[in-house]
């Protein structure tokens, strides 16, 4: 009997069909990048204070006071939400008094911006927030929009694997790139913010659903050690410079509706892509359908310039292991002992804070010093080394340390942000793009390490339930966020101490480097404080538990 990996192997690692399905499918994330954070800037919300109208009758003096004065980060400046009641300076401007000299302005009645706000253009023309004014009493409005969004994620992460399990990677892939790029068009004619809301829920079941296909295709289209590849470095890094872009495409566009319309455009790149990118022959061969897959492995082998075999596909001998009758598990079995029990608790709280972190830290770009563009930028530069330093510490080094060192410093950096004096703005800038680098590669290696302590019968479940816990945390981030409002280092504090909290938590996992990955409940290994002698012959080599594809098909989840 012989497996896929064993009847392709004649096609090599790297010819040019796999390099043509590597590119081409981390090129389809580079949207993703951009769109998954474009809330940054289309909720950018701009220095505002109270409209006075035109016609009330103020002299300029008392127009210039008609807004009092609150401390925000310990200085005095004009006030967003309140305004002096009008009425009562009209009657002092008509007495011809004056503001401060004749009228203690403290003393006056205050009331809130009943005639809208003035807001500032220095830095956006337009956003969804001075569109539909989501400021003062509608400012939780903001945050609220981010979370939908991921709220649609979080749906589509339940949606994407049994759509693509049902009707192929490729058709659902190109589906929900279409549903990402149709639903974000129509963002674009948004006529109020309710509207604009339940579209971008919609992007977020496409964007996710779209991501989790492409990730599925190429573990299961690429071999071995490509594969390692494409997960940890391909999709990420390709990621990350669609992130890149971002920034620079709000740079240029200050307007909402257009930034939207440019960023949704690229998508339709996509589109020729149908007839390049082939459908998984691994799933072709799960449905049956096996001279559709050899077609597609003929193909392979002529672009890599390869004479196949006459028969590559033998129903009768190749290794169905979809076939094989197993033991139905359930979410259930994720409580089922102790030590399982411990495991699922500890990578739900893990994966929940590292979310929080991550998305909390992206999101909060605006409300750092300096340029917003150049801020954005940086963020999303500082997760290329992220990405590269954590694949070199999963080949290298145990997972616990590795995820500890890197949880300890991005969170212990967050909490020296407050010790930084004001006038240093730059270490500040730096010391968050440094909690970034140490929350991303924590965010890239948790995925290998959940996967592993795992066993094989509920390695998708265990996952699935820590990627939902993810989603959660990244739901309640726009919120970790909103608190700066309030106190500018409150969203750091609390960012800072979870991590750091994570980080001691990651320390009593189980360390899964060098082990061989369990299939069973009984084999999985025991959190630190319960028994445990691994017996001197269960050691493996740990690049070959980073090549088994299960690990990374179920991570997609």
Request: charged share 15%; hydrophobic share 45%; net charge neutral.
């Amino acid at each position: 009997m012989r497996d896929y990996e064993e009847v392709t192997a004649f096609l090599g690692e790297w010819g040019r069909f796999q390099r043509l399905v590597f590119f081409l499918l981390s090129a389809s994330i580079v949207p993703n990048g951009f769109n998954g954070l474009s809330i940054v800037f289309l909720a950018g919300t701009p220095e505002h204070r109270c409209a006075v109208p035109r016609g009330a009758n103020l002299s300029g003096e008392w127009r210039n006071a008609s807004i009092p004065l609150e401390l925000r980060g310990g200085r005095a400046v004009p006030s967003r939400c309140r305004r002096y009641r009008l009425a009562a300076l009209a009657n002092f401007s008509a007495l011809g008094l004056r503001p401060g000299s004749d009228v203690e302005l403290g003393s006056l009645e205050q009331e809130p911006c009943l005639d809208g706000w003035e807001y500032s253009r220095d830095v956006y023309r337009s956003t969804i927030v001075t569109e539909w004014n989501l400021v003062c009493d509608n400012d939780w409005k903001g945050p609220l929009s981010t979370s939908l969004f991921f709220v649609g994620v979080l749906l589509g992460s339940f949606l994407s694997g049994q759509l693509s399990d049902k009707f192929g990677r490729k058709k659902v892939l190109f589906a929900t790139l279409a549903m990402q790029t149709g639903f974000s068009f129509i963002q674009v004619f948004s006529t109020s913010w309710e509207m604009f809301s339940v579209f971008f829920v919609l992007v977020g079941m496409g964007q996710i659903s779209n991501y989790v296909a492409a990730f599925v295709l190429g573990t299961e289209i690429l071999g071995k050690s490509i594969r390692v590849l494409f997960c940890t470095l391909g999709v990420c890094i390709f990621y990350a410079f669609g992130y890149m872009l971002l920034p620079l495409f709000a740079y240029f566009i200050r307007d909402w509706r257009m930034l939207l319309l440019a960023l949704t455009l690229p998508g339709l790149l996509c589109i020729p892509l149908w007839w390049v990118i082939p459908e998984s022959p691994r799933w072709l061969i799960s449905q049956g359908r096996f001279q559709e897959a050899e077609d597609i492995i003929q193909k392979a082998a002529k672009t890599n310039g390869i004479t196949a075999p006459d028969v590559i596909l033998d129903p009768s001998e190749l290794q169905d292991l979809n076939s094989q009758k197993q033991q139905t598990y359930t979410i259930l079995d994720l409580m089922k002992t102790r030590n399982i029990l411990t495991i699922t608790i500890m990578s739900v709280i893990l994966w929940m804070i590292i979310s929080v972190g991550y998305f909390g830290l992206s999101l909060d770009t605006p409300n750092l010093h300096g340029d917003v563009y150049v801020n954005c930028f940086l963020s999303a530069v500082i997760e290329v080394p992220a990405y590269i330093i954590s694949w070199l510490l999963l080949r290298n080094l145990p997972r616990r340390y590795s995820m500890a060192a890197a949880l300890f410093l991005g969170g212990c950096v967050l909490l020296f942000i407050q010790l930084v004096p004001s006038h240093i703005r730059a270490l500040s800038i730096l010391l968050v793009m440094l909690g970034k680098f140490g929350i991303t590669s924590a965010f890239s290696m948790v995925y290998v390490y959940t996967a592993e302590l795992y066993p094989t019968v509920v390695r998708n479940m265990g996952v699935g339930a820590s990627s939902m816990a993810s989603r959660l945390g990244s739901i309640l981030s726009p919120y970790f966020v909103y608190l700066g409002a309030y106190d500018r280092f409150l969203p750091y504090i609390l960012m800072g101490s979870l991590t750091v909290l994570s980080g001691i938590l990651t320390l009593f996992l189980p360390e899964s480097y060098g082990m061989p990955l369990p299939d069973t409940i009984e084999q999985m290994l025991l959190v630190k404080g319960l028994e445990y002698r691994p017996a001197s012959s269960s050691t493996r080599d740990s690049k070959e538990e980073e090549e088994n594809p299960e690990i990374f098909k179920s991570t997609a989840f």
